[in-house]
């Protein structure tokens, strides 16, 4: 495990005028064992998105315990927790499959 990541989790902090935003708060960072599971390109609004979907596997802690409202930061992007697999009986790690939100692809010109 040589990488880093950030756990993030979800906090709604009042706006003036009444209502919510939603902040992402660090609370744990943590060594990980990165594997790059997929990549899919989609076309909306005729821009071409790439999406990449990783697997971060971390040593098991008793708290926070990951879900799918956190954010993983690894490398200075944001990954949406899409699936956090049955943990092994041993409790020795958590396996988090992430997502990015998409990104565009980079523009080529002639």
Not at 49 to 57: D, E, G, H, S, Y
Not at 84 to 103: E, H, S
């Amino acid at each position: 495990m040589r990488d880093r990541i950030i756990l993030k989790d979800p906090v709604n902090v009042p706006v003036p005028g009444g209502g919510f935003d939603t902040t992402y708060v660090n609370i744990l960072e943590e060594w990980t064992h990165v594997r790059n599971s997929s990549q899919a390109r989609t076309m909306p609004d005729n821009q071409i998105v790439i999406q990449n979907t990783l697997r971060f596997k971390i040593r098991y802690r008793d708290a926070p315990q990951p879900n799918k409202s956190m954010l993983v930061e690894f490398e200075g992007n944001d990954y949406s927790i899409n699936e956090i697999p049955q943990l092994d009986l041993r409790k020795r790690y958590w396996d988090i499959v992430a997502v990015t939100n998409g990104t565009p692809a980079p523009e080529y010109t002639t």
